[in-house]
T-cell receptor, first 110, second 115 residues
Framework: AQRVTQPEKLLSVFKGAPVELKCNYS??????LFWYVQYSRQRLQLLLRHISRESIKGFTADLNKGETSFHLKKPFAQEEDSAMYYCALVLYNQGGKLIFGQGTELSVKP | GAVVSQHPSWVICKSGTSVKIECRSLDFQATTMFWYRQFPKQSLMLMATSNEGSKATYEQGVEKDKFLINHASLTLSTLTVTSAHPEDSSFYIC???????????FGNGTRLTVT
């Protein structure tokens, strides 16, 4: 069965510290994964898409098929990075619906 | 960029009444829209896939007679919560993609409170 797991509900770091938000997936096909971010009182926004291999707001994520992981990383966290982060797997064979992980709340302290 | 508009942003209703939530794709056509539900501090749970011109596909455990979905045009899908109860209070979010295999864009969500 398809599943996305984010093991940490809350991750708290100090400004300037490195950040890694973990995401593991279970999918029998070739996965396409995303990271979405939800700032306080705002809509869910696309942060990263693994196939584009780009860096947004200093965040990067590499798909590791061997470990079935898609961890989100940033070398130096900023206070404005505080938000909810969701890892998601898209099922194009089911109309493009997204399966979300449980979400990780990132809190960056000054 | 692609914009998805959801209305209303919040609504309070009494038990037993019905509430309609609209989801519009403002600058693109969406043959498929998705309705999610989000409880506080929890993830988004897919409720149903809304297909233009055909019946919606509901996820397991979601009552189709309680959560009526209509996707009458390529830019509008509606979710009607019928005979609402307090346990239906939640955050409802719709999403749509402009093209096949393109990322989903999300509406701002609707906060429903049933008293």
């Amino acid at each position: 069965a398809q599943r996305v797991t984010q093991p940490e509900k809350l991750l708290s770091v100090f400004k300037g510290a490195p950040v890694e938000l973990k995401c593991n997936y279970s999918y029998s096909g070739s996965p396409e994964l995303f990271w979405y971010v939800q700032y306080s009182r705002q809509r869910l926004q696309l942060l990263l898409r693994h196939i584009s291999r780009e860096s947004i707001k200093g965040f990067t994520a590499d798909l590791n098929k061997g470990e079935t992981s898609f961890h989100l990383k940033k070398p130096f966290a900023q206070e404005e990075d505080s938000a909810m982060y969701y890892c998601a797997l898209v099922l194009y064979n089911q109309g493009g619906k997204l399966i979300f992980g449980q979400g990780t709340e990132l809190s960056v302290k000054p | 960029g692609a914009v998805v508009s959801q209305h209303p942003s919040w609504v309070i209703c009494k038990s037993g009444t019905s509430v309609k939530i609209e989801c519009r794709s403002l600058d693109f056509q969406a043959t498929t829209m998705f309705w999610y539900r989000q409880f506080p501090k929890q993830s988004l749970m897919l409720m149903a896939t809304s297909n233009e011109g055909s019946k919606a596909t509901y996820e397991q455990g979601v009552e189709k007679d309680k959560f009526l979905i209509n996707h009458a045009s390529l830019t509008l899908s509606t979710l009607t919560v019928t005979s609402a109860h307090p346990e239906d209070s939640s955050f409802y979010i719709c999403s749509a993609a402009g093209q096949i295999n393109s990322p989903l864009h999300f509406g701002n969500g609707t906060r429903l409170t049933v008293t």
